[in-house]
């Protein structure tokens, strides 16, 4: 049992160090409302005195199409990762089938290519079959980043559910799919929830394969309409920063939701001992 | 379970069975034999879909990049196709070039130290957030903020933290009478600032992951351990990192994978600079394929290989260790 | 059964759903973009991603396409992945129509055999200036009309100057510079800002104190070549420029001197918009050479090109593209956008005429040497990048000038 005053002491320990990890959250804060001539300025100005809102302006004429089509990307990614993923976890998971040890060193292998390899690879894949410059070939390609990991996930969480909840439903007749779909995902939503905010996460930040594969279309994401204020001889560093402090929140509002699923836990209530 | 449901069957059919007990023993058998079947069937159903999409989306790239590295490719045969194959010529030049020590050495180390502490980070802040105080959610949500921003502003505020002249972290240090450390500048600090930023951005992942991982441990546990009196080391000894033991290592194996990939962050920090001075194989095989007005993609993607290489004898190792742990 | 073959045919079903989205998406996607695969649609690439379609250039460009009776999708991407992106067009048939290049990325591309000749297209490059001209030619061929060129030279904040009683005209030759950066430290200002980073950007900077020293490129390590190195590295060392010209782009290395604590910033032609928004005096001497004179000063500016096309019918339209951006009054309007300097000569009296600022530029290009002249070609990059390298080797402390320039010319011997 632990006094009040004990929890209270975590706390602000927990606040101090939330803090200093997000100091450098803080100095884009700061950097995004300097005016351009204190941009260099020796020493720094820790605390913003000339504020200027030019960036954030810039940001809303500009970059609010940029962030729906990132919101797009992301949640498409989220769910070709879950169809993809989920299955083929609770198979290598429960369902043994042949070559399932191949498989999982594929995946592995999967991950250790680097991105520009792939991106190289799509572009004439997508070229031949017209994906590029889209935003759902886009999806396609983000879920390469998340597929492999999904599937690691979704086979670890699903290896620890007990097998007697499975044999229940079959005694009940279910056939394979129905079990998977009635029984098993809803008590892996832990893990449904943490495959999808890597995979959204993954996606909302990928700037390769976006580069390479979405660079001329009109539907494009947030991060090359960063590169908006990089021109040939100048950079705008009040504006990128503005962009990617803007385009944090909705990410941010949706992690703090999430977060209360990855907590829960894998058989809660499901069987009784 | 099963038994029971074969037995059910069986004793549906009796007529066909026959009356004598080989008869049986041979229905059960096809029985199971058929389900098997049905069984396999179906974990193909389920796996058909991904490895359709390994295949395709994988393997193509896999091998344009081998086929890149095997190669003599100039820019104009890269563009018109028709490359002399130069067997593993690409390869020796880049063992060869004088690049190759200091990239080797700074992506071992770049590469353990980033995971080493990571780890260690993310375990403590997971041991730490478990406690359930009050705002322990939210402030673990907060912690997850470095991943969601795009690299360029996670990199670039970061190299605008280090700069020696106007960066914040040589200021804070002149307040403690520190002198200003050139961060980016000199070959000895380079790689470290690069590591300290690779750190800042690897915590979350360690965090979400092993917290996770803690959430599976049984409260009842550590519940008896303390009615035992153990301390709370202890039952972090005891308990809690022998039972993480799994998550522990897929997240130290796949941290190593990705850390091994890095690339974007070092790029926009200090394009592998000074001179060689943070350079490791992942940018070095960017800077030969596109860091240079005249590309070199035979040793880009010879390095490439090399790096999937590396990561590969580790993926291994793993598994073997798996295996034996499981056996 | 039932059950597994429900499940098979499920997952068959998702396999096809996949694929056949990727069709569809691709089908309706076919109208809209690919050369050669639709008529009316003109692919238009430059380096210029702040100019968005209201913009001036923006509006021009579409106005170019539709005088030449076609419908123009312009694209703009960061200089130095445009070249690369040109490559792996190139490479799967989907390259641009028309493509404005960083010059010296010009040398690569015909390397690759991805560019036309402007005498195969009939595009008129009589009236460009020779030397402007000459950093997109190769073979005595030029593959390129240049949409405008800039320089380096030296700014100076006039304000600290005097208070250091240093006088702008006394800067004459390598010595006299470093004495000035002296008296303007003693006066507790700081020297010189310039960018030294790990790119193209650096080796443009250092050129002119190469050249200025009589280095030449194919000799690196030549006693000429230690002596401008060791001119950066003394600056360095003493003070009078700060260690992050090893990260500075020329960006940074402006908003440092914007800042207002520095004497000298060494920049381009493009900051002429800018010098003007800094808030003090300024003024502009051309670099000097080490023994006195202009040092010799590199060409930047793109080049307006032509790529190759499977359908040579599409060069008609690209030509007419080409010659309405490049003409006369078109120039005038982009160049002063671009504050780049123009390639021929009528229109640079109309630009000193409007802006009389940009009359000692106008001087300095006309001086100015491409960077893959003097038959350099593609050779250039394969000396630029050790070129750097040497550079931030030398400044940083990790080799000696000399030890880091021998290194370099190994380097860029092997090739």
Redesign the interface.
């Known amino acids: 049992m632990k006094s009040p005053k004990g929890k209270r002491r975590y706390t602000v320990i927990g606040v101090l160090l939330t803090a200093l990890m997000l100091f450098p959250v803080y100095w884009m804060i700061n950097v995004s409302i300097t005016p351009q001539q204190d941009m260099r300025k020796t020493p720094p100005d820790l605390l913003p005195l000339h504020p200027t809102f030019e960036g954030y302006r810039a940001v809303l004429d500009d970059q609010m199409p940029y962030l729906g089509t990132s919101l797009l990307i992301g949640l498409g990614t989220v769910a070709l990762t879950l169809v993809l993923a989920a299955p083929a976890g609770f198979a290598l998971a429960k369902l043994r089938p042949l070559g399932g040890g191949a498989l999982g060193l594929t995946l592995l292998v999967a991950q250790m290519i680097p991105g520009i390899v792939m991106a190289m690879g799509f572009y004439g894949i997508f070229l031949d079959l017209d994906l590029l410059n889209s935003w759902w070939g886009l999806i396609v390609a983000d879920s390469t980043i998340a597929v492999p990991f999904g599937v690691m996930i979704f086979t670890a969480f699903m290896s620890g559910i007990p097998g007697e909840l499975i044999s229940a439903a079959r005694i009940d007749g279910a056939g394979t799919w129905r079990t998977f779909r009635s029984v098993v995902l809803p008590v892996s939503r832990n893990a449904v929830v943490t495959v999808s905010l890597f995979s959204f996460l993954w996606a909302w930040s990928d700037f390769v394969f976006a580069n390479t594969l979405d660079g001329g279309g009109s539907w494009r994401p947030i991060t090359l309409g960063i590169y908006k204020y990089i021109g040939n001889n100048n950079q705008e560093w009040n504006a990128i920063m503005a962009t990617a402090v803007v385009a944090s929140i909705p990410a941010a509002v949706l992690l703090v939701l999430a977060q209360r699923y990855v907590a829960a836990g894998v058989t809660a209530g499901a069987v009784k001992d | 379970m099963t038994i029971a449901r074969v037995d059910r069957r069986s004793q549906r059919s009796p007529a066909r069975s026959g009356a004598t007990g080989t008869g049986q023993r041979t229905d059960a058998s096809d029985l199971r034999r058929r389900q098997r079947r049905s069984s396999r069937l179906t974990a193909l159903a389920f796996i058909a879909p991904l490895v359709v999409y390994l295949a395709a989306f994988y393997l193509y790239p896999l091998y344009r990049n081998l086929d890149l590295s095997l190669r003599d490719y100039t820019v104009r045969s890269f563009v018109q196709g028709d490359a002399p194959f130069s067997g593993l010529d690409n390869f020796r030049t880049v063992l060869d070039d004088p690049t190759f020590g200091p990239a080797m050495r700074h992506t071992v180390i770049f590469t353990f130290a980033s995971i080493a502490f990571q780890y260690v980070a993310g375990l403590a802040l997971a041991v730490f957030f478990n406690r359930h105080f009050r705002l322990a959610g939210t402030l673990r949500a907060l912690f997850l903020i470095p991943w969601l921003l795009p690299l360029i502003v996670s990199a670039s505020t970061w190299s605008w933290m280090f700069n020696s002249e106007s960066g914040v972290i040589n200021y804070a240090l002149h307040l403690v009478g520190v002198s200003p450390v050139d961060w980016l500048n000199s070959p000895d600090w380079a790689l470290t600032s690069v590591v300290i930023a690779n750190i800042w951005i690897g915590i979350p992942f360690n965090l979400v992951i092993l917290y996770s991982g803690l959430q599976n441990i049984p409260g009842e546990l550590y519940e008896a351990a303390s009615l035992d009196g153990a301390g709370a080391w202890q039952q972090f000894r005891r308990i809690t990192f022998p039972l993480l033991r799994p998550v522990s290592a897929i997240t130290l194996l796949l941290g190593l994978v990705y850390t091994l990939k890095v690339f974007d962050l070092i790029w926009i920090m200090t394009k592998g600079g000074p001179g060689d001075g943070s350079s490791t194989l992942a940018t070095w095989s960017y800077q030969l394929g596109f860091g240079t007005l005249l590309p070199k993609f035979g040793p880009g993607a010879a390095v490439g290989n090399i790096l999937i290489l590396i990561a590969l004898v580790f993926g291994l190792l793993y598994i073997r260790v798996q295996r034996r742990q499981e056996a | ?4 073959r ?3 045919l ?3 079903a ?2 096809g759903a ?1 694929t056949s ?3 569809c ?3 309706s ?2 109208s ?3 050369s050669g695969k639709s008529g009316g649609t003109y ?1 238009f690439w430059d ?6 379609a209201s913009s001036a250039w923006g509006k021009l460009v579409t106005k170019c396409g539709t005088d030449a009776g076609a419908k123009v ?1 312009r ?1 703009s ?3 130095t ?1 445009l ?3 040109a ?2 067009a ?3 048939g ?1 390259a641009p129509d028309v493509m404005l290049v ?1 010059n ?2 010009v040398s ?1 591309l015909v ?4 560019l036309n000749k402007t005498s195969d297209l009939g595009l008129d490059t009589a009236s460009i200036q020779k030397n402007i001209l000459g950093a997109g030619t190769i073979d005595n061929a030029s593959y390129g009309v240049p949409i405008g060129a800039n320089t380096l030279a030296l700014y100076y904040n006039k304000k600290i100057l005097s208070a250091a009683h240093v006088d702008p005209a006394s800067v004459k030759d390598w010595n006299s510079l470093t004495a000035a950066l002296k008296k303007v430290k003693a006066a507790g200002k700081k020297g010189i800002t310039f960018s030294a ?4 950007e650096g080796s443009f900077q250092f050129l002119p104190w190469f050249w200025g020293a009589g280095g030449d490129l194919t000799k690196l390590n030549s006693a000429k070549g230690v002596a401008a190195l060791s001119l950066w590295k003394q600056w360095v060392d003493g003070g009078y420029a ?3 010209v ?2 500075n ?4 290395s402006w ?2 001197f ?4 520095y004497a000298f910033s060494e920049n ?1 032609t ?2 002429l918009g ?1 010098a003007d928004k ?2 003090f005096p300024y003024g502009v001497i051309s670099i000097p050479g080490q023994n006195g004179g202009s040092a010799p000063v590199p060409t930047g500016g ?1 080049f307006v090109t032509v790529p190759v096309q499977k359908d040579s019918s599409r060069y008609d339209v690209s030509k007419k593209i080409v010659t309405c951006l490049t003409n006369s009054a078109n120039l005038l309007a982009t160049d002063t956008t671009l504050t780049y300097v123009a390639p021929t000569a009528q229109v640079q009296a109309q630009q000193v005429k409007q802006n009389p600022e940009l009359k000692p530029w106008v001087g300095a290009v006309a001086a100015a040497r491409g960077r893959t002249s003097g038959g350099l070609g ?1 050779k ?3 000396i ?2 050790p070129l750097w ?1 040497a550079v ?2 030398a ?5 000696s000038p000399q030890a ?1 320039l021998d ?1 370099a010319q190994t ?1 860029a011997s092997k090739g």
């Open positions: 059964m039932r059950n597994t429900r499940t098979l499920t997952a068959i998702a396999v996949l989205v990727a069709a998406g691709g089908g996607d076919s809209a973009s690919g692919n380096p210029y991603p702040q100019f968005d999708k694209t991407m960061d200089t992945d070249g690369n992106k490559l792996l190139a490479q799967q989907n960083d010296p990325v690569t390397e690759a055999g991805i980073i790990n790119t193209e700060p260690k992050d090893l990260q782009t020329q960006t940074t908003q440092e914007a800042t207002g604590d381009g493009w900051q800018n800094a808030g793109e593609t250039y990059p394969t630029s990048q390298t931030q080797n400044l940083s402390g990790g080799k880091a290194a380097a």
